[in-house]
């Protein structure tokens, strides 16, 4: 990114819920820590690059700890003989103030603050920008409020600089990584990262570097903006976007326009990102070999059950085998089982009885790989709290300390938009999967699963919202059949996006589905078959 070209502003973004999780537990054992180390090796080589072009770094690598990384930046730029400012932004870990909100128990609490902090640190002269647990989108608004000077009311241009956030956060995911067409693309084996290209009025091209593998298209921008939302609006510390208003335009090769969006006052409470440890786990795979597998998987799970009990224990056959099969591993099935214990004891005693029945279960035992000792469970989960309760602070490169004031404004009444019910005509139709005539992308908030499914034609989306329903859906993904489902409709994007509630239990450090981030849900639902009208294919 440093030497690919003309750059103004480097963002990373180290934190996803579980690394919250990660850098708790690298605290317990070392309160000095609680930040991302990788993020200062990445610097022990391009720190020095940044400074001779200019380029200043913003990140939330900070995690659990922004002013000790601060301290550890100083360090490093003194190593290297670099006169760098550093500043940081504090304030939203509420872990000392637990009791205070009713998050007792908890290993990390830590609010998703804004980009005002972030921008008086570069007002104040700072080259590098330290932070906490803030929204995502923050790193790119924060730097476009304080080049342009946005009022904090200047919700259209908030608004369109959280969009162009929300495409660049995830790096590559932009320019084709996990891209539902990857095969379409000509150069993927290192695509290039995104670059967003911000106007004073908020709107913005994502582009990449010239050379750069991969590719900025309509719709590997789309994809992006539908992975792990919610409905239209969507909710930040410093404004409402509303995802509905949307344009997306080609402007040239590798190059998207994004205008149009429209902003609001921002919800009075900021979201909380909770983590609690919750016991330990476990787990192990048998492979089960050619006839009799369901038998044989019975007598594995009667024979391990009687060995360390029923409680906390799931298990799920996977049926990769295939009859007549020219190979060992493709006329075998797996067997997944996994514990969730309160007590390290029977975690260790779980490995230990899958070990034992090597010689005494049914016939060509053995696992996949031996079983560990058991790992700790984490459990995330969200809360909000008002955002006047919150000491939102920027740590200027000076050492001034100077207080963020909560938002002037703002307003907890978002409608969600009427579902579309347009009627469809019988036409001819052929049997053919989803993923023909259109992409998905999906992932994971919590417990919950998103999942956002676009037409790749403009004729297709009438089709698409009035065949994806929600019991439509149920039908599809089978797993889902009993859940809460949310459906949104954004035409603008020609998309509808699907929450489902419950889908991966309580998180990703404590799911036990196959897929514990639904990274794959929406590669599922485009591998099913459904009646797509001819006109359409």
Same mark, same amino acid.
């Given at each position: 990114?440093?030497?690919?070209?003309?750059?103004?502003?480097?963002?990373?973004?180290?934190?996803?819920?579980?690394?919250?999780?990660?850098?708790?537990?690298?605290?317990?054992?070392?309160?000095?820590?609680?930040?991302?180390?990788?993020?200062?090796?990445?610097?022990?080589?391009?720190?020095?690059?940044?400074?001779?072009?200019?380029?200043?770094?913003?990140?939330?690598?900070?995690?659990?700890?922004?002013?000790?990384?601060?301290?550890?930046?100083?360090?490093?730029?003194?190593?290297?003989?670099?006169?760098?400012?550093?500043?940081?932004?504090?304030?939203?870990?509420?872990?000392?103030?637990?009791?205070?909100?009713?998050?007792?128990?908890?290993?990390?609490?830590?609010?998703?603050?804004?980009?005002?902090?972030?921008?008086?640190?570069?007002?104040?002269?700072?080259?590098?920008?330290?932070?906490?647990?803030?929204?995502?989108?923050?790193?790119?608004?924060?730097?476009?409020?304080?080049?342009?000077?946005?009022?904090?009311?200047?919700?259209?241009?908030?608004?369109?600089?959280?969009?162009?956030?929300?495409?660049?956060?995830?790096?590559?995911?932009?320019?084709?990584?996990?891209?539902?067409?990857?095969?379409?693309?000509?150069?993927?084996?290192?695509?290039?990262?995104?670059?967003?290209?911000?106007?004073?009025?908020?709107?913005?091209?994502?582009?990449?570097?010239?050379?750069?593998?991969? =590719?900025? /298209?309509? %719709? #590997?921008?789309? &994809?992006? @903006?539908?992975?792990? !939302?919610?409905? $239209?609006?969507?909710?930040?510390?410093?404004?409402?976007?509303?995802?509905?208003?949307?344009?997306?335009?080609?402007?040239?090769?590798?190059?998207?326009?994004?205008?149009?969006?429209?902003?609001?006052?921002?919800?009075?409470?900021?979201?909380?990102?909770?983590?609690?440890?919750?016991?330990?786990?476990?787990?192990?795979?048998?492979?089960?070999?050619?006839?009799?597998?369901?038998?044989?998987?019975?007598?594995?799970?009667?024979?391990?059950?009687?060995?360390?009990?029923?409680?906390?224990?799931?298990?799920?056959?996977?049926?990769?085998?295939?009859?007549? =099969?020219? /190979?060992? %591993? #493709?006329?075998? &099935?797996? @067997?997944?089982?996994? !514990?969730?214990? $309160?007590?390290?004891?029977?975690?260790?005693?779980?490995?230990?009885?899958?070990?034992?029945?090597?010689?005494?279960?049914?016939?060509?035992?053995?696992?996949?790989?031996?079983?560990?000792?058991?790992?700790?469970?984490?459990?995330?989960?969200?809360?909000?709290?008002?955002?006047?309760?919150?000491?939102?602070?920027?740590?200027?490169?000076?050492?001034?300390?100077?207080?963020?004031?909560?938002?002037?404004?703002?307003?907890?009444?978002?409608?969600?938009?009427?579902?579309?019910?347009?009627?469809?005509?019988?036409?001819?139709?052929?049997?053919?999967?989803?993923?023909?005539?259109?992409?998905?992308?999906?992932?994971?908030?919590?417990?919950?699963?998103?999942?956002?499914?676009?037409?790749?034609?403009?004729?297709?989306?009438?089709?698409?919202?009035?065949?994806?329903?929600?019991?439509?859906?149920?039908?599809?993904?089978?797993?889902?059949?009993?859940?809460?489902?949310?459906?949104?409709?954004?035409?603008?994007?020609?998309?509808?996006?699907?929450?489902?509630?419950?889908?991966?239990?309580?998180?990703?450090?404590?799911?036990?589905?196959?897929?514990?981030?639904?990274?794959?849900?929406?590669?599922?639902?485009?591998?099913?078959?459904?009646?797509?009208?001819?006109?359409?294919?």
């Amino acid at each position: 990114m440093l030497t690919g070209g003309p750059l103004d502003v480097l963002t990373g973004d180290y934190l996803a819920e579980l690394t919250m999780l990660i850098l708790g537990r690298d605290r317990m054992k070392d309160p000095n820590r609680g930040y991302a180390r990788t993020f200062l090796r990445q610097l022990e080589e391009s720190l020095g690059l940044a400074v001779e072009r200019g380029v200043k770094i913003v990140t939330n690598a900070g995690g659990l700890n922004p002013a000790g990384l601060a301290d550890a930046l100083r360090e490093l730029a003194g190593r290297l003989g670099l006169d760098v400012a550093v500043a940081h932004v504090e304030g939203d870990d509420l872990l000392t103030r637990a009791s205070e909100f009713g998050f007792d128990g908890v290993l990390t609490a830590n609010a998703y603050l804004g980009a005002w902090g972030i921008a008086e640190c570069l007002h104040a002269g700072a080259d590098v920008v330290v932070t906490g647990r803030v929204t995502d989108a923050s790193l790119v608004v924060g730097p476009a409020a304080a080049h342009f000077g946005w009022a904090r009311e200047d919700y259209d241009a908030l608004a369109g600089a959280v969009v162009a956030g929300h495409v660049v956060e995830c790096g590559a995911q932009a320019t084709g990584g996990n891209y539902a067409f990857f095969a379409e693309l000509d150069d993927l084996d290192h695509p290039g990262f995104p670059i967003a290209e911000i106007h004073a009025d908020g709107s913005s091209v994502i582009t990449k570097h010239p050379g750069t593998g991969g =590719a900025v /298209t309509v %719709e #590997t921008v789309t &994809a992006q @903006l539908l992975y792990e !939302i919610g409905g $239209p609006a969507y909710l930040g510390p410093d404004v409402t976007s509303r995802f509905e208003t949307i344009t997306l335009a080609d402007d040239g090769p590798d190059r998207v326009r994004i205008s149009g969006v429209r902003g609001a006052p921002p919800p009075a409470t900021l979201k909380v990102c909770l983590n609690t440890l919750d016991g330990f786990r476990n787990s192990s795979t048998f492979v089960l070999c050619g006839l009799d597998i369901e038998r044989k998987a019975d007598l594995a799970r009667r024979q391990l059950e009687r060995a360390v009990g029923t409680d906390g224990i799931t298990w799920t056959l996977a049926r990769t085998d295939h009859p007549d =099969a020219d /190979t060992e %591993e #493709t006329a075998s &099935a797996l @067997l997944h089982v996994t !514990i969730m214990t $309160p007590d390290l004891g029977v975690a260790k005693a779980f490995s230990r009885a899958c070990v034992e029945l090597a010689l005494a279960s049914y016939p060509g035992f053995t696992l996949t790989a031996p079983p560990s000792d058991g790992s700790p469970v984490g459990v995330y989960r969200p809360e909000y709290v008002d955002q006047s309760a919150v000491e939102h602070v920027a740590v200027l490169p000076n050492g001034e300390r100077r207080r963020i004031a909560p938002p002037s404004a703002m307003n907890d009444s978002f409608r969600a938009q009427d579902a579309l019910n347009e009627s469809f005509m019988a036409v001819p139709t052929r049997r053919v999967p989803l993923g023909v005539v259109a992409g998905a992308r999906s992932g994971d908030k919590g417990g919950d699963a998103n999942l956002g499914v676009w037409a790749r034609k403009e004729e297709a989306y009438a089709w698409l919202a009035h065949e994806l329903t929600v019991e439509r859906l149920r039908q599809l993904l089978p797993e889902a059949k009993v859940l809460e489902i949310e459906r949104h409709v954004l035409p603008n994007l020609r998309a509808l996006n699907f929450v489902i509630h419950g889908l991966l239990g309580q998180g990703v450090a404590a799911s036990t589905r196959f897929d514990p981030q639904a990274k794959a849900l929406g590669e599922w639902l485009r591998s099913r078959y459904v009646d797509v009208p001819e006109v359409l294919l």
